[in-house]
């Protein structure tokens, strides 16, 4: 039986590892010249790696990481210490350090000792976040109305703490303000937080996403007979008599037949190849209540290391939201020898929220970055900034904005040979690497299910 998958980003390509395990004879359909997606990245003219963004693993992403086992990635990233730093004014730094205690001990023990909240914050955020430790998925889901700020005025916890502490984890979620994210997402981020301890650790990919994970899984699904195209657009479907797809269309007129048809676009993407004849159903017509974060990742070059952070940074008050050195965060990759690395700093540094950065030039956005970087940096001072790249991504992940949660799909679409994959699909995280592997798993289960091979 014949799977067609359009997108190969983690989504595709997670349902494409399950499918070829399940014995499907399957094909990707990917409209770049390189595979990943958000995660792709790219080699510049100096040999540079390029990231679509600067992604992080957290320890409860378990089937992201059980992908990276079965194709042989599993030792392809690196833990971190176990605490959120935050990038202050003048080279200082607080820390939110978990203690070495069981959740939530190590969270309550830990906020406690953050030098960057006053007693007061520390009061009201224990007092005030406690449903959201002993809530249950059903209680998010109720917050889902209102937006996080507005949750957490409710509770009575501080304004400090908002802006100091959670503005910055809503920032790196979704890319979008407290005041715009909805509540649930951020509830279900600090039951993990409170109550798993192993959940909210980082890692990074001990070269780049691209080399660490999306090769390997090329590698497996190629091994085990899948097809791979690149540069191969899916263009639009030919419908039967009875609405479902006859065949996929490629934009050069390629036709493409299959027993089944997975699209792992992203949502705002699918919209375009939606036949009209499909809208007078909810579940395609729901699609049009999401809209893509506009985010950007800029990497600067510098000859000097401007700081010996070998973790995930955290700022407010700045262009850039998370950030990393990746010459020490990722050790094989961005280091002495490699492109433009003289074995000085190199910043991967997310900025967001980036509505007001997606028309304006990337030099001006350059300065402004500098200007921050100076700020927090100090060392960057007497440094050199070798080189500097911004990649803009006007349509990201989709805004987990108050009330769209309910229109997430299932998997399974009206159309009984017609899928969805994707991160904005319905699985238990939000938009992320972890919900576009578990959109991939759940799309190839269901699937296997429905046609009962
Ligand atoms: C800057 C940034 C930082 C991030 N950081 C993190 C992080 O630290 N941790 C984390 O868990 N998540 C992070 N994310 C989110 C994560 O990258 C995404 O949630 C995830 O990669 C989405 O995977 P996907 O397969 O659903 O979609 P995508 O990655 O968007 O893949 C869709 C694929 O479909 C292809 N496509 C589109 N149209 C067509 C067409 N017509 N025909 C054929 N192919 C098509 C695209 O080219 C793409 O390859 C980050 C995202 C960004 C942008």
């Known amino acids: 039986m014949k799977v067609a998958i359009f997108g190969a980003g983690i989504a595709g390509l997670s349902a494409a590892l399950e499918l070829v395990d399940l014995g499907y004879n399957v094909e990707i359909y990917e409209k770049r010249k390189i ?104 209680y998010f889901r109720s917050q889902d109305h209102m937006t996080y700020s507005e949750w957490h005025r409710l509770r009575g916890a501080s304004e400090n703490s908002l802006q100091k502490l959670w503005r910055a984890i809503a920032l790196a979620m979704n890319f979008i303000e407290p005041n715009v994210i909805s509540a649930r997402p951020m509830l279900t981020i600090f039951k993990y937080f409170g109550t798993d301890y192993a959940a909210t650790k980082f890692a990074f990919f001990r070269e780049n996403p691209g080399d660490s994970m999306i090769e390997p899984m090329r590698r497996y699904i190629q091994s085990k007979g899948g097809r791979i195209f690149i540069d191969a657009k899916l263009s639009h479907f030919d419908l039967n008599e009875s609405g479902s797809i006859e065949r996929a269309v490629l934009s050069d007129g390629h036709p493409v037949e299959a027993d089944a048809y997975i699209s792992a676009l992203p949502v705002h993407n699918v919209k375009k190849i939606l036949p009209k004849q499909w809208l007078h159903h909810n579940y395609f017509s729901d699609l049009y209540q999401f809209t893509g974060s506009p985010v950007a990742n800029c990497q600067l070059w510098f000859d000097k290391k401007i700081t010996d952070t070998d973790n995930l940074m955290f700022s407010q008050g700045t262009i850039f939201a998370t950030f990393a050195d990746v010459s020490i965060t990722c050790p094989n990759d961005f280091q002495q020898g490699t492109g433009t690395a003289t074995g000085g700093s190199v910043m991967s540094l997310v900025l967001a929220p980036a509505h007001h950065l997606m028309d304006m030039p990337n030099e001006v956005i350059t300065e402004m970055i500098m200007k921050d970087i100076h700020d927090r940096f100090p060392k960057s001072r007497h440094a050199k900034l070798l080189k500097s790249t911004i990649v803009k991504i006007p349509e990201s992940v989709y805004q987990a904005v108050p009330d769209v949660d309910k229109f997430r799909p299932d998997q399974i679409s009206p159309i009984d040979n017609f899928y969805l994959a994707g991160d904005y699909t319905y699985q238990r995280y939000l938009a992320s690497m972890e919900g576009a592997a578990l959109s991939g798993r759940h799309v190839a289960e269901k699937l296997h299910v429905r046609v009962g091979k």
Do not use: C
């Open 35 to 138: 595979l990943g997606g958000k995660v792709s990245v790219w080699k510049d003219n100096d040999g540079d790696s390029i990231e679509s963004g600067l992604h992080i693993v957290f320890g409860g992403y378990e089937q992201l990481q059980t992908y990276l086992d079965r194709v042989g990635a599993g030792d392809n990233y690196l833990w971190k210490e176990h605490s959120l730093i935050y990038a202050e004014p003048d080279g200082k730094q607080s820390l939110f350090k978990k203690a070495n205690l069981p959740s939530p001990w190590a969270e309550v023990v830990g906020g406690l000792q953050a030098d960057f909240l006053t007693m007061w914050d520390k009061v009201s955020l224990i007092k005030g976040l406690y449903p959201a430790l002993a809530g249950n998925e059903e």
